[in-house]
């Protein structure tokens, strides 16, 4: 579990074995935040931030995602125990690229003036959705990809693939090749 | 004594990491934004006898006279110091404090029941009670309006916190949900500094360790001597001015001469305008901090930054000056202002005894402070760090763009504005680098910003309008002074409004627009390199038409491109003009 004090910017983590009671667990944050920090608040109120779960199990092996344009298979039935749950979790994050459907070639959802540095300067450029690009897509830079929580720029003459598993993969003209 | 210098180095470096980790551990630990994200703390480390001999970690202003409070707290429990014992104080007048808003929390470092160190904390409390939330009252007229005053008090005896006295302390904040968590995380980092002491001194020896803590005190004193020994023997003349009391427009000198002899440096305030109303008096031991945070930023950068470096500096600073007031003088306002002006008249000075290595003015911080309650009844208070100005230039490297004030030379940091928009209710509209502030120069001065904050709660406002009408920051060497700072308050529930330099007002949720000040460049702007010119343009730090006028530079294409013969052309008609 990741704890702090309220009002704190950084957590300190405590392994737990079993459902632990309030006492047990103010105990080991205390011992473990004394430890680090040279003193702990008795009675403060703690919040926990985060709740980290280890699981163990057999997962399926990794299929490639179909290449764009095609209908996702059919789901494998899910394993019993454990990996179950992540198992279908990773099924949902890869999924929602692999299963909505697209034209071969991926469209931009808008140009808007973007600037390209000193030698390019502004210039109407091709904004992307990331869920509309596909395995197997190909497009030439100056592009911008808008993702949820991220914004990818692929320079002017940068290309960027989408692989079989749905990464970005960008090469770049002058240099090594990044994902 | 003559020591093995790796040994000595060995040991500087690791009383410097250890102020460093106590800051890490400070800095994770704090409940406060400003502590936590602003870094408005310093850890250092003193001898027995109260000599500052580590302050890495923090802001030179905190730490430079660290000496004061440590010698304060010797004089007055002297030979009653035990092992276990963490003190507490902050009042200028009588705990060697800079100014009330500073507490310095200070654990005795025992080993063989010797007394051989001082783990220290100062840090900038939420708020200490006083006339406004959030320590900066700047109506106060004494310093009885700006907060509860700490003397040397002994917060730990023997290993158990005096708990009537923690309860006298949480009761004088408007946020002992804050200090309560801050107090800790500042005995915490004093604990974890203390354990690290002892374990230097298990591992070098106690008498071998205290022969090296004067050894490094020694070592930085050569070395400060042999800086200044390179610079002309003479009298050098620095001033810098307030445009305002706080309370009315009026001119206020702070005067300072420079003398450069065989023994050291003297550096007198003598002529330096009397106390003033309003809080922008300077405590001793901020004008000692001033002083030492201009002299290491101008000599020798490497040189070690312990007390032991200022042993050949003397400093005058007459009684009931603006620089060493009597009480009750308020002075809340001193660590800003004017330990700014004071380092800025000590460069002034140090600069005509070498004009190249003349450092430009920085902008003044001006911008203002928001508190009051968020939605769901806590109290909270908001300093607008991205109102923060540009810094001034130096030979060889244009001023920082946006810098946590020069009193601090950066150690403090410009919150993540989005982290503040979760943290308290404001939205920020702006906040992006000016055109045409930043003073012009072969290195130009930095531009400062445009920043534009919504404020959707009610709020009581403080203002530190410093700059914002005259005494822009100076320009050096040919260089052009900075842009001036403005600032606008436009309230849902009222008319727009133009600030007093100083002073508090409420208003319903606002709008707050500020540029701040631009820093002054250094040099000749003719002579910087054209490149740089059509960079800056492009950019948006400097008008095309500021391009051509102030350094001569002619662009083409939609400026993307340098006319080299008009530029020519136009560098030789400026300086023909100037004659």
Known sequence: ?179 | MTFDPVALAVVQNRLNHITQQMGAVMLRTARSPIFSHAHDFSCFITDGKGSVVSQADGIPIHTGGGGFAIRALLKQFAGRVADGDVFILSDPYAAGGNHLPDWVIAQAVFYSEQLIAFACNRAHQSDIGGGAAGTYNPEATEIFHEGIRLPVMRLVAAGSIQDDLWRLLLLNSRTPHLLDGDLRAMMGSTEIGSEKIARLVTEFGIEQSVAYFEGILDYADRRFRRAVAELPRGKYLGESWFDNDCFDAMDIAIRVAITITDDGVTVDFTGTDAQIKGFKNSSIANTYSAVYTALSSFFDPANPRNEGAFRSVRIIAPQGSLVNPLPPAPLTMCTVFPGCEIIEACWEALGKADPARSCAGWGANSFPISAGTTADGKAFVMYHWAGSSGGGAVRGRDGFPQQGGLNSLCGLVIPNIETFEQLYPVRIGKHELRCDAGGAGEYRGGPGVEYEVEITRPVQLSFRGEGMRRFAPRGVHGGEPGATATLNCRPSDGPAFQPPAYGLRHTGPCRLVMASQGGGGWGDPLDRKEEDVLADVRDGFVSEDAASRLYGVVLAEGCRAIDHAKTKQQRDLLRRQRG
């Open chain 1, 1 to 179: 579990m990741d704890l702090h004090y309220v009002g704190q910017q950084w957590d300190v983590r405590v392994a737990v074995e079993a459902p632990p009671d309030k006492q047990t667990l103010r105990a080991a944050f205390e011992r473990q935040y004394a430890r680090l920090y040279g003193h702990y608040q008795p009675d403060g109120i703690i919040e926990l931030t985060k709740l980290r779960v280890v699981g163990f199990g057999l997962l399926p092996a990794l299929g490639e995602l179909p290449p764009a344009g095609e209908p996702t298979p059919p789901e494998e039935p899910a394993p019993l125990g454990a990996g179950a749950a992540v198992c279908s979790a990773l099924r949902g994050l890869s999924g929602s690229r692999a299963q909505s459907k697209s034209a071969r070639q991926p469209e931009p959802y808008e140009r808007r003036r973007v600037y390209l540095g000193r030698s390019g300067g502004w210039s109407m450029t091709d904004i992307y959705r990331g869920e509309d690009l596909r395995p197997g897509h190909v497009c030439a830079g100056p592009l911008v990809v808008e993702e949820a929580t991220t914004t990818l720029f692929i320079g002017p003459h940068d290309v960027l693939q989408v692989d079989a598993s749905g990464n970005f993969a960008i090469d770049l003209a002058d240099g090594e090749a990044v994902s």
